[in-house]
C-alpha cells in the first residue's frame, strides 16, 4: 500500500468511475470473526460479516472516508497469499497476509469490460446484480478484480479519502516492455516506461478516471536495507540523496521502528 501525504488538498467525492475499495486477504471465516471484535474494540465502523461471490468478507472505513474490505481465503483456488507479519500483536492464524480483488465502480461497463477482457486479459468468471467478477492468470482472490456497474451516482472527484491508483505485477523489464508495446497498440492514454528505481513500471488511464500500473517485482526494497529494519529510516533513490536534508524536512514524521519493540499477542 503507498499513501499519499499531500498537505491542504480537498477531500475526495466518492461515487462512479473510481477505483472504491482496497482489499486485504486473511485465512480463513475465523479471522473475519476475530477482526470484527477487534474493531468494535476500536470504534473502526464496519458492516459486519457479508458474503459475496461465495466468500466472507468484512468492510470497513478508517477516519478519511476510505473503503476496505476484509476476504476470507477459507474457499479460495487460485493463486497463493503471502506472509503475515510475524511479530506484531495480530495473532498469526487472523493476520492479513496480502492483498485481494480490487474494486472499481464503473458507469460505461461494456468499455471497461473489453479493456479488461481484450487488453489485460482478464476472464468474467462471475456476476450478482450489478457486480461483476473478472480474474486473471490463476485467479482468486489474489488475481481478481470487482467491477460494479452504476450510472446513478454522480462521477468521483480524487483527493484525499479515495484511491489514485491501483498496481499490477509483471515479472520484469522485458515483460513490462511487452505491456508498453500492448497499452499503446490500442490507443490507451499512457506514461510509458517510468524507473523508479525500486521497481519499473507504466501507468495507463484503462477507464475515466481509472489508473492502473503495471510494476516490476524487481529490484525491490531490499537492495539497501535488511528485512530486519525495513522501512525504519527514509529510504531515497540515488539521484534524490543529495536533497535528503531537505526532504527530510519536508516529510511528516512517523514512527515506523519495529525492530526493537515487542508486540504482545491479542
Known amino acids: 500500500m503507498t499513501f499519499f501525504d499531500f498537505p491542504g488538498i480537498p477531500k475526495g467525492v466518492h461515487g462512479t468511475n473510481e477505483i472504491s475499495k482496497t482489499s486485504f486477504r486473511v485465512p480463513t471465516d475465523a479471522a473475519l470473526a ?25 468492510s470497513f472505513v478508517d477516519f478519511d ?12 483456488k487460485g493463486i497463493e497469499s503471502g506472509t503475515p507479519w510475524q511479530k506484531g500483536p ?18 460505461n461497463f461494456s468499455f471497461f ?16 446484480g450489478e457486480f461483476y467478477l473478472f480474474e486473471v492468470n490463476e485467479g482468486g482472490n ?22 489514485h491508483h491501483a498496481a499490477f505485477r509483471v515479472e520484469d523489464r522485458a515483460v513490462l516492455e511487452e505491456w508498453i508495446e500492448r497499452i499503446s497498440s490500442v490507443g490507451l492514454p499512457s506514461s510509458g516506461y517510468v524507473d523508479r528505481h525500486f521497481f519499473e513500471s507504466l501507468y ?8 492502473f500500473e503495471f510494476a516490476t517485482d524487481g529490484p525491490g526494497f531490499m537492495g539497501d536495507e535488511p528485512y530486519e529494519t525495513l522501512g525504519e529510516k ?5 539521484f534524490l540523496e543529495p536533497k535528503r536534508e531537505e526532504i527530510e524536512k519536508l516529510v511528516r514524521p512517523i514512527d515506523t521502528v519495529r525492530s526493537t519493540k515487542e508486540f504482545i499477542k491479542e
Open 34 to 58: 476475530y477482526w470484527v471484535k477487534r474493531f468494535d474494540r476500536l470504534e473502526v465502523e464496519h458492516t459486519g460479516i457479508k458474503e459475496q461471490f461465495g466468500k466472507k468478507t468484512l
Open 65 to 76: 472516508d476510505q473503503h476496505y474490505q476484509l476476504i476470507s481465503d477459507e474457499l479460495d
Open 90 to 107: 495480530v495473532p498469526l492464524e487472523y493476520a492479513i497476509t496480502g492483498l485481494g480483488p480490487v474494486f472499481i465502480r464503473i458507469a
Open 113 to 128: 469490460k473489453e479493456v479488461l477482457e481484450k487488453v489485460l486479459l482478464f476472464k468474467e468468471v462471475a456476476q450478482e
Open 142 to 163: 489474489g488475481a481478481s478484480v470487482i467491477v460494479e456497474h452504476n450510472t446513478v451516482l454522480p462521477e468521483a472527484r480524487q483527493g484525499f479519502g479515495t484511491v
Open 204 to 211: 495507463a488511464r484503462v477507464a475515466p478516471q481509472i489508473l
Open 234 to 238: 527514509l529510504s531515497l533513490p540515488p
